[in-house]
């Protein structure tokens, strides 16, 4: 049904509780009271709605007000309408992870994948079995693009994004950890900073960058390391550090997995370097999203 703008000219959403009310109490002076006005106010409504609905509407009977057919007719009428309406603007409503159904699309990369949802999704199948997380490749470029869009629901980033319409919080505060498979390489760990820069290193590599911030604290204390191989993958490293001798520098968060799955050892990088963040980031019109806001308190949880 399409609505007519023209037939609401009219109405006043405060005439028809009015109504409401006098109906119940079929008093003016009651109605007064119940709805905080003074008679005068409540009798002034009156005027309006019986010249709104060209009808009396009630008729004195004794110290009642008695409503007319026309008005027993619009109160049936009218109260769900107006139950249905407060329901809406004031009762939101309760989010019941147990039977809710909702996909969450959230773009991060492939190292946070590897580190987040074997620990995540189980417990989000026992705990809101309807919800279900449909994870994207982001890219720290063009994420808070797709944020505004609506392409991507929510981020997880290492990119301390911000835009006036974008919320972020803060998830955990990470280091970087050098890994390597003990079949292929021997160093002392905790290596110090000559035999990291002498060991063979996959690197990697973001947009194609050729050098990355190490490189730089490397060339500060004169020494340089030797790249054998560079990839934007971080799930193409497993396999490469069990047959070849390199290390990958790697955010800690990937550490604990990796060594006890594929048995790799581990030091940390022997370089001044400041712990990076993990934040999630989405848009504001989504903070009265139930299912997205309790997804998001769901991940802060599992990290925390």
Same mark, same amino acid.
């Given at each position: 049904?399409?609505?007519?703008?023209?037939?609401?000219?009219?109405?006043?959403?405060?005439?028809?509780?009015?109504?409401?009310?006098?109906?119940?109490?079929?008093?003016?002076?009651?109605?007064?009271?119940?709805?905080?006005?003074?008679?005068?106010?409540?009798?002034?409504?009156?005027?309006?709605?019986?010249?709104?609905?060209?009808?009396?509407?009630?008729?004195?009977?004794?110290?009642?007000?008695?409503?007319?057919?026309?008005?027993?007719?619009?109160?049936?009428?009218? %109260?769900? $309408?107006?139950? &249905? /309406?407060?329901?809406? #603007?004031?009762? =939101? !409503?309760?989010?019941?992870?147990?039977?809710?159904? *909702?996909?969450?699309?959230?773009?991060?990369?492939?190292?946070?994948? %590897?580190? $987040?949802?074997? &620990? /995540?999704?189980?417990? #989000?199948?026992? =705990? !809101?079995?309807?919800?279900?997380?449909?994870?994207? *490749?982001?890219?720290?470029?063009?994420?808070?693009?797709?944020?505004?869009?609506?392409?991507?629901?929510?981020?997880?980033?290492?990119?301390?994004?911000? !835009?006036?319409?974008?919320?972020?919080?803060?998830?955990?505060?990470?280091?970087?950890?050098?890994?390597?498979?003990?079949?292929?390489?021997?160093?002392?760990?905790?290596?110090?900073?000559?035999?990291?820069? !002498?060991?063979?290193?996959?690197?990697?590599?973001?947009?194609?960058?050729?050098?990355?911030?190490?490189?730089?604290?490397?060339?500060?204390?004169?020494?340089?390391?030797?790249?054998?191989?560079?990839?934007?993958?971080?799930?193409?490293?497993?396999?490469?550090?069990?047959?070849?001798?390199?290390?990958?520098?790697?955010?800690?968060?990937?550490?604990?997995?990796?060594?006890?799955?594929?048995?790799?050892?581990?030091?940390?990088?022997?370089?001044?370097?400041?712990?990076?963040?993990?934040?999630?980031?989405?848009?504001?019109?989504?903070?009265?999203?139930?299912?997205?806001?309790?997804?998001?308190?769901?991940?802060?949880?599992?990290?925390?």
């Amino acid at each position: 049904m399409t609505i007519k703008e023209s037939d609401f000219r009219k109405i006043d959403l405060n005439l028809l509780i009015a109504f409401a009310v006098l109906f119940r109490e079929q008093s003016v002076s009651l109605a007064a009271d119940k709805l905080h006005l003074g008679q005068p106010a409540v009798s002034g409504s009156l005027a309006r709605l019986r010249e709104m609905f060209d009808d009396p509407l009630f008729i004195r009977s004794g110290h009642r007000m008695q409503p007319t057919a026309r008005a027993t007719e619009l109160h049936s009428e009218l %109260m769900p $309408l107006l139950e &249905q /309406l407060q329901s809406a #603007l004031f009762q =939101q !409503a309760e989010f019941n992870p147990a039977h809710a159904k *909702a996909t969450v699309t959230i773009g991060m990369s492939d190292w946070m994948e %590897m580190w $987040l949802m074997p &620990q /995540l999704v189980p417990v #989000l199948r026992e =705990q !809101a079995p309807g919800v279900r997380l449909n994870v994207v *490749a982001s890219d720290p470029f063009t994420d808070a693009q797709r944020l505004e869009g609506g392409e991507l629901d929510m981020v997880i980033s290492v990119a301390n994004q911000s !835009a006036r319409w974008m919320e972020r919080e803060l998830l955990t505060k990470m280091e970087f950890v050098a890994l390597w498979h003990p079949a292929q390489l021997q160093p002392e760990a905790p290596m110090s900073v000559q035999t990291y820069a !002498a060991q063979p290193h996959v690197q990697l590599s973001y947009r194609e960058a050729i050098s990355s911030h190490i490189d730089m604290l490397l060339a500060r204390q004169g020494l340089k390391r030797e790249i054998s191989y560079t990839t934007p993958h971080f799930s193409a490293l497993l396999g490469l550090l069990s047959m070849m001798p390199m290390l990958a520098t790697v955010p800690q968060g990937l550490c604990e997995n990796w060594q006890q799955v594929w048995g790799l050892h581990s030091s940390p990088v022997p370089l001044e370097m400041a712990p990076f963040e993990v934040a999630l980031l989405w848009h504001q019109r989504h903070n009265s999203d139930a299912a997205l806001m309790w997804v998001r308190g769901f991940i802060k949880r599992m990290v925390g």
